[in-house]
């Protein structure tokens, strides 16, 4: 009796999704092993790692174009949540892996499989996302994480491999472990583990150095339409296009390189690189729409939100009640938030210098310094004293007076 009859794996067409394969038939006694491949835009040839599956002995090899769904369904709304982990990161990682466990419960239900299968280790955020992310879409799936129980090391899980037909990896394995899509690289490892080692230059891939970026700063408009980003440069982009292209041109003059230690959720700290050129930019620009369009409580009190919304992105909880609930809020305040952000890039550095939106808050009657000043100066008087008294009222009472 194995521990699942039929299994559809998370694959990327690495040798330890591969190893998977053999291993979950002949180890754990799987009758039928499916792959999945994923196509989030990380700029793999996918049909060579299609085949590959196939030769490593999945009965079915299957490629899922996610790409436009991961813009709009996922990073969309994380832009318009203003998400960034601990401050900084992004989420492009994170974001990447409900969707890819919707994508394997699409397939399980599909094929009639009983279990899913991912090659996560037991030390990282990204078996949590999955494995929470499978159990609320269909808890009646169970799953699989054989390289969290195999104990091989690196050379083990080769030579593994090999009996099997799987070839070891002809390139020299990179000292680094890399995750990549659409939005994003993040890197880890090799002599990064140091965290006081400045990172080599060769570890990006997306994002310029600034030794190399133009000597001439580049102006962008960004369009937004209820908080989501819809043109670039005046013209209606499609969003898998629209975020193509703000990485060329962010990356071209080195925005968008993150350093950080990070709290993981299985309590160590790691040090993890991202760029993430059009996503750190796009945040930044819709953040600044916000602060024309919204009223100052609810910016200050969707702050508060924000930060949990990221903390539970990272921490694998996409599919909960509360990020559902969350949405309802964030949605609802979006529905102003609808303008233009120019952005200079020069040197690494995105600088929004101006902003527009025809639902502006911005009043010039009321904020300039010149005669057309309609502000009511006097007005002002009463209103410190009322704002002031119990301030006053402690003072007094302490000084007995
Ligand atoms: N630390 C990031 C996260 O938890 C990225 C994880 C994958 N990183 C990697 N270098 N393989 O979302």
Redesign the pocket.
Known sequence: MGRAKKVVLAYSGGVDTSVCIPYLKYEWGVEEVISLAADLGQGDELEPIREKALKSGASESLVVDVKESFVKDYAFGAIQANAL?ENR?P????LA?PLIAKALVEAAEKYDADAIAHGCTGK???QV?FDVAVAALNPNLKILAPAREWGMSREETIAYGEQYGIPSPVKKKSP????RNLLG?????GVLEDPNVEPPEEIYLMTKPITQTPDQPEYIEIGFTRGIPTNLNGEFTNPVDLIQQLNQVAGNHGVGRIDMI?N??VGIK?R?I?ETPALSVLIQAHRDLESLTLTADLTHYKRGIEETYSQLI?NGLWYSPLKAALDAFIQKTQERVSGTVRVKLFKGNATIVGRSSDNSLYTPDLATYGAEDKFDHKAAEGFIYVWGLPTRIWSQQEKGR
């Open positions: 982990y990161y989420l492009s990682t994170a892996r990282g955020n990204d996302r680094y472990s890399i995750d690289r993040s890197i880890e490892a990070e993981r959720l790691s993890e991202y990272y």
